[in-house]
């Protein structure tokens, strides 16, 4: 997006009147100096390492799973949402308006934003006593509106129908009815793509979802929270499971569905949510603090919350090319969180197994289940922390560490040559859905250690300093090197690694 365009949105919100583009909401400015492996430089380092630390902005520099269990960014980036909110009684008794219009703006150079919409909603209130009807209607981005709880393990967002690098809009609307103690939803979600018609071409046609959902607290201190969602997300694009009958192309629908679960015990801490699922507001009379400063006292509080979601979609049997069967991703965690005077202590375990990780790719191949013989394992991490509030220089230092095994796949060829057979190995290790690392034949997939020391200064209710240090040990890490025949080959990076984050930060 270029300066230019942003300068003319600036204008626009400038004079739409009854809304104020200054007020924007979750706002990040943040100055790093920063290195994510000061032993190795760009040509040793697998992620790119610069020479010497640097303060371009790194969205992900040292940043480890369980950092980014709850929320969508890593925190370090230049970001803000500009947010025109409307906010009006309705004429009928006891109902309410409210809409935003919602703007992400994230700054990665001094010459452009990644400009995208981030949320932007309609939303009706009906009061019924203590009780309230809301119908939300998102006309552009759903993504907000998704089963399951912790970011990391929810699903159904807007990637059910579309690609990382798709634009393609997707709407939704939203019935809820909440009440003290207990509230329940059920939506729809639409979309275009390109499917397979009865006549054998590709045109846009729409793809759906139905969410729907239900919490209840048993007691103050107990919730239990469930949701189950089908998708119908398109058609499979594989000659083999196309058939012609009297002119009339079939072909195979990708389907998804699956059902999300949680319990939570707490006493003293808040059931929250990720900022990530909240609609933004910016009305002065009701406003939110995304980044409001942590209370202590000198009672007591816990919470241990547990969530499971098991998913299932449509895909080409690995088998039987010419049919499909259902593949199924299961994942979970268990969390646990205590604060007593300046203290808090945290916990998570958190299992993912591959099937679920690569739901929006889908799968690997695409399209496909795993083939038979492929040894496929889950992604398991498990890490604490803790940190201690120095009330009078506003200091909170702590300690985080984990271990994790990440997910791969582990695939046996033999291969016969006259007499003789060998066997040939191809392992690979899943980071995420689209960072993967292949280990040489023979290499086996290690478990990945980290520590990480942090330190955090507030000036005010608004602005803090952070410093991070960092060691990884990390088996895994593979980079490509020229071979002695030119040919490039991947080569261990060292699974030694130290970094470090410096940061100045303003959150409002």
Do not use: C
């Not at 480890?64 to 925190?75: F, N, Y």
């Not at 909603?121 to 203590?130: G, M, V």
């Not at 552009?140 to 393609?168: E, K, P, Q, V």
């Not at 040559?417 to 040489?440: G, P, W, Y």
């Amino acid at each position: 997006m270029r300066f230019s365009l942003v300068s003319a949105a600036l204008v626009v919100f400038a004079l739409v009147p009854a809304a104020q583009a200054s007020d924007a909401v979750d706002t990040r400015i943040t100055f790093s100096i920063a290195d994510d492996d000061i032993q190795r430089g760009p040509q040793q380092s697998a992620t790119g390492s610069p020479s010497l630390p640097n303060s371009i902005p790194t969205a992900e520099a040292n940043v480890q799973p369980a950092q980014m269990h709850e929320k969508r960014d890593a925190g370090f980036e230049n970001l803000t949402h500009f947010v025109l909110y409307m906010h009006k009684p309705g004429f009928f008794e006891n109902v309410d308006t409210e809409a935003a219009l919602v703007a992400r703006y994230e700054w990665l150079q001094n010459r452009g934003v990644v400009l995208t919409e981030d949320g932007s909603y309609l939303k009706l209130t009906r009061a019924i006593d203590d009780a309230k009807l809301r119908i939300v209607a998102f006309p552009l981005n759903s993504d907000r509106f998704r089963l399951g709880y912790s970011y990391n393990i929810t699903w159904g967002g807007g990637r059910m129908f579309t690609s990382t690098t798709d634009r393609s809009a997707t709407p939704a609307l939203k019935v809820e009815f909440e009440r003290p103690g207990m509230y329940a939803f059920l939506g729809l979600k639409t979309a275009l793509r390109q499917m397979d018609q009865d006549d054998g071409t590709k045109e846009l046609d729409t793809v759906y979802g139905v969410l729907g959902g239900a919490g209840v607290d048993v007691a103050d201190e107990l919730r239990l929270e469930g949701g189950a969602g089908f998708f119908n997300r398109g058609t499979i694009d594989k000659l083999e499971l196309r058939t012609v009958e009297n002119g009339v192309y079939n072909t195979a629908p990708w389907q998804g569905f699956g059902a999300s679960a949680q319990i939570t015990y707490h006493v003293g801490i808040p059931i929250g949510q990720p900022v990530d699922f909240k609609l933004y507001r910016n009305d002065p009379m009701q406003p939110d603090n995304f980044f409001k400063q942590e209370k202590y006292d000198d009672q007591l509080s816990f919470l241990v919350q547990s969530e499971i979601s098991a998913v299932g979609q449509t895909l080409q049997d690995a088998v039987k090319a010419n049919s499909t069967t259902i593949q199924w991703g299961v994942a979970g965690d268990l969390t646990g969180r205590v604060k007593f005077d300046k203290w808090r202590l945290n916990a998570l375990l958190v299992y993912r197994d591959l099937a679920f990780i690569l739901y929006n790719v889908p799968s690997n191949p695409n399209f496909m289940t795993f083939p038979e013989g492929v040894t496929v394992q889950p992604d398991v991490y498990g890490a604490v922390g803790a940190d201690y509030y120095l009330e009078d220089l506003h200091l909170t230092p702590g300690v985080l560490m984990g271990i994790e095994r990440p997910a791969n796949t582990v695939a046996t060829n033999t291969v016969a040559d006259n007499a003789t057979s060998q066997n040939s190995q191809q392992t690979l290790v899943f980071h995420s859905e689209s960072s993967v690392d292949i280990l040489n034949p023979g290499d086996k997939v290690g478990s990945v250690f980290w520590i990480k020391g942090t330190a955090k200064m507030d000036f005010s209710e608004g602005m803090s300093a952070v410093g991070e240090l960092s060691y990884a040990s990390d088996p895994n890490r593979r980079r490509l090197d020229q071979g002695v025949d030119g040919v490039p080959v991947r080569v261990p990076q060292g699974k030694n690694i130290v970094g470090f984050n410096l940061l100045l930060q303003a959150r409002f």
